[in-house]
């Protein structure tokens, strides 16, 4: 099992930025954001494998937000430009040690190991 912590999040206008980080204990093969809005299912927002570093991304955030990695640090980030209310969420980070391929990486069934959450609000 992996331990994952996040931070960066906090309150945001709506147009401004944030990055999110995800620090692991170890080396997982994909970790992967996903948000949970008030009063909503838990989605998907973004994935990236370690080795090779392919990237998938949620419709809604694609060309908005970027995810990234520190392979060396076992950390895993979250760009997040041109914030909407919209994307108001509890935001986790997830790892997963499988050889996902890119249709499974947002599925929440492939993650092992989940972060406690971040609060993002982006509100005037």
């Known amino acids: 099992q992996v331990q994952l912590t996040e931070s960066g999040g906090g309150w945001v206008q709506p147009g401004g930025s944030l990055r999110l980080s995800c620090a692991a204990s170890s080396s997982r093969n994909v970790m992967s954001w996903f948000r949970q809005a008030p009063g909503k299912e838990r989605e998907f927002v973004a994935a990236?494998?370690?080795?090779?570093?392919?990237?998938q991304y949620a419709g809604a955030v694609k060309g908005r937000f970027t995810i990234s990695k520190d392979n060396a640090k076992n950390a895993v980030y979250l760009h997040m430009n041109s914030l909407k209310p919209e994307d108001t969420a509890v935001y986790y980070c997830?790892?997963?040690?499988?050889?996902?391929?890119?249709?499974?990486?947002?599925?929440?069934?492939?993650?092992?190991?989940w972060g406690p959450g971040t609060p993002v609000t982006v509100a005037s």
């Open positions: 997830a790892a997963s040690a499988r050889g996902l391929i890119i249709t499974t990486m947002r599925l929440q069934r492939e993650y092992e190991d």
């Open positions: 990236i494998r370690r080795s090779g570093g392919t990237t």
